[in-house]
């Protein structure tokens, strides 16, 4: 079955350590994105890549570093110099990176910093 | 992304039709108008688009005034699974632009028995 995959689904850490979310498609899609969620909230853009090896700031990516090594493959590095970290993160691609291609999501982790 | 308005919450009888509205009074002749729905802590999921013409798929039916400034979905039997949060997006299509997701609150949906 072809979709996107981001585990862990829950995901704790200290304070102070950097984390990183998987997020895996199979879908061919060129472009894939970041995006967080807070409680009651809407999503917010994290990063975004409409290709291997190029990806773009969204509207909150202090404090956050992604890496587009292949088609596939999107990782997402929390760091310790994210101030409020704990959050819902979901990961999604498209056919194109361009407006207008539907976006695809994953199931999200769910990341919790004590 | 032009602003959307959303009723923050609706109930509706199970194998009712739910008729979700949504205000695009700012809407551009090249905006679509896209809807996602959420279930709890999962991942978003599409639903419909449409530009000015109504639309409909196996999910649901977009309905969207002759101005385009607002629109409704409608899912014509609603069961309990279909209990979730629904966003209304308007975006541009094709402008070459990188795309971008702006979601703001939606509205709640619950059926009930």
């Known amino acids: 079955d072809g979709g996107i995959t981001q585990s862990p689904k829950y995901l704790f850490r200290k304070e102070g350590q950097n984390v990183t979310l998987s997020c895996e498609q199979n879908?061919?899609?060129?472009?894939m994105y970041w995006y967080r969620q807070d409680p009651g909230q809407g999503l917010r853009l994290i990063y975004y890549?409409?290709?291997?090896?190029?990806?773009q700031k969204g509207d909150i990516a202090e404090g956050y570093s992604v890496s587009r090594e292949k088609k596939e493959s999107f990782p997402l590095t929390v760091t310790s110099a994210q101030k409020n970290p704990t959050a819902f993160y979901l990961c999604a691609s498209s056919i194109r990176g361009l407006a207008g291609y539907e976006q695809y999501f994953g199931p999200g982790t769910r990341l919790t910093v004590t | 992304d032009a602003k959307t308005t959303q009723p923050p919450s609706m109930d509706c009888a199970e194998g009712r039709a739910a008729n979700l509205p949504c205000n695009h009074s700012?809407?551009?002749?090249?905006?679509?108008v896209y809807w996602y729905r959420q279930i709890h802590s999962q991942g978003p999921q599409y639903i419909i688009h449409g530009l000015k013409n109504n639309e409909t798929n196996e999910m649901a039916s977009l309905i969207i005034t002759e101005d385009r400034k607002s629109s409704t979905l409608i899912l014509p039997h609603a069961t309990l699974r279909d209990t979730a949060v629904y966003y209304c997006i308007v975006r541009p299509l094709y402008t070459g632009t990188a795309s971008k997701l702006t979601f703001g609150t939606g509205t709640r949906l619950q059926v009930t028995l």
């Open positions: 879908l061919n899609h060129d472009a």
């Open positions: 890549s409409q290709i291997v090896n190029d990806f």
């Open positions: 700012t809407i551009s002749g090249n905006e679509y």
